[in-house]
Nanobody, 119 residues
């Protein structure tokens, strides 16, 4: 059983930056694919970014490519999402997820952290 706790959300102006963190406990962190998802009000949850077990592969949704960077520190059991040039459309609750498969269908999820971008 893996527990995930996100932090780092907040209110930021358009064009600003935030770094989200997700700390994991209770499992073999380095064996999991990790991902960030988000859900805006009235919308379905969507994939944002993912990273392989070693951190050697990363992948992004087209909407954030070039603006967001996912990284992980297996020694600290933490995954990060660095977000630059934020847009009002990025406003959402951001969730991290851990799974053995990159589809995250049977993964573990955090409780989410709110990111609000004002125009």
């Amino acid at each position: 059983q893996v527990q995930l706790v996100e932090s780092g959300g907040g209110l930021v102006q358009a064009g600003g930056s935030l770094r989200l963190s997700c700390a994991a406990s209770g499992g073999s962190f380095s064996r999991y694919v990790l991902g960030w998802f988000r859900q805006a009000p009235g919308k379905e949850r969507e994939f944002v970014a993912g990273i392989s077990e070693s951190g050697g592969r990363t992948y992004y949704a087209d909407s954030v490519k070039g603006r967001f960077t996912i990284s992980r520190d297996n020694a600290k059991n933490t995954v990060y999402l660095q977000m630059y040039n934020l847009e009002p459309e990025d406003t959402a609750v951001y969730y991290c997820a851990a799974d053995h498969m990159s589809n995250f269908k049977n993964g573990y999820w955090g409780q989410g952290t709110q990111v609000t971008v004002s125009s």
